[in-house]
């Protein structure tokens, strides 16, 4: 074959690769038709192809990981509009579809179950039952037994709520008058009657000192209670605490009327 039969063979095998691209190569939606490329002879079709060729590039890097496969179509289509791209060449690379071996699964056999084991598998469909633990005796809580009467530990744990009231010092007397009714638990109510009214005279006492005039008439209230007839030696009591003792008297007359 002479010179010009090899020219004319490799024009038309230019124009048959060509055609074959073009063909992949076609304009997406509001796209110019035919679609432009950047050397195209129009400047302005090539102005506008450069510049969509940066759109593309930067939308393809930005879905690379998210969606590789939407990320190859940019970059193929980045190569139409501009065949001499190796940002594109590189995109396509990094973006190629890998094809994984899965060999077909002949057959698959089902290990037999012991006799136990296929008890329990086809229990996994019956209903929940649930049981719930009723009490028993053995779990109740042993009854704790009210410590043992000791009259002189109560009566000196008084003793020493009625030395705090004298020496004035009045929030140690509450204290004090809190511990020595622990000490009478256990007592009879006959034992009891007498220093429970003692104590509650000593609270008040304490609660008017520091200004605490609602809370010593309860504590009045308690002691009229306990002994209606109760009398204070006004020798040996603040008037402050015989006047309140009146008011709780009357207080207590008029909520029997």
Request: hydrophobic fraction near 45%; proline fraction near 8%.
């Amino acid at each position: 074959m002479n010179a010009r039969g090899l020219s004319g063979l490799l024009i038309v095998s230019l124009l048959l690769a060509r055609v074959a691209g073009a063909s992949s190569c076609l304009a997406w939606p509001g796209e110019p038709t035919p679609l432009p490329s950047r050397d195209d002879p129009d400047a302005l079709r090539g102005l506008w192809a450069e510049l969509r060729v940066q759109e593309l590039v930067a939308a393809a890097r930005a879905s690379e990981s998210a969606a590789p496969l939407s990320a190859q179509r940019l970059w193929r289509h980045v190569q139409c509009l501009d065949p001499s791209n190796r940002t594109a060449a590189a995109g396509l690379e990094r973006t190629r579809v890998v094809a994984v071996a899965r060999p077909p699964i002949v057959a698959l056999r089902k290990p037999a179950l012991e006799p136990a084991e296929a008890v329990a598998w086809t229990d996994l469909g019956a209903p929940l039952r649930v049981r719930v633990a009723l009490p028993t005796a053995s779990r109740k809580a042993p009854r704790r037994e009210p410590p043992a009467w000791d009259a002189r530990a109560a009566d000196a744990a008084i003793g020493e709520a009625r030395e705090q009231l004298q020496a004035a010092r009045f929030e140690e007397a509450l204290a004090a008058a809190e511990q020595a009714r622990e000490k009478l638990a256990g007592a009879g109510a006959a034992e009891r009657r007498r220093r429970d009214v003692e104590l509650d005279v000593l609270t008040a006492t304490a609660q008017l000192a520091l200004g605490r005039g609602d809370a010593a008439q309860r504590s009045l209230g308690r002691a009229l209670a306990a002994d209606p007839e109760l009398r204070l030696e006004p020798s040996r009591t603040p008037p402050k605490v015989l006047r309140a003792l009146e008011q709780a008297r009357a207080t207590r007359r008029a909520g029997e009327h």
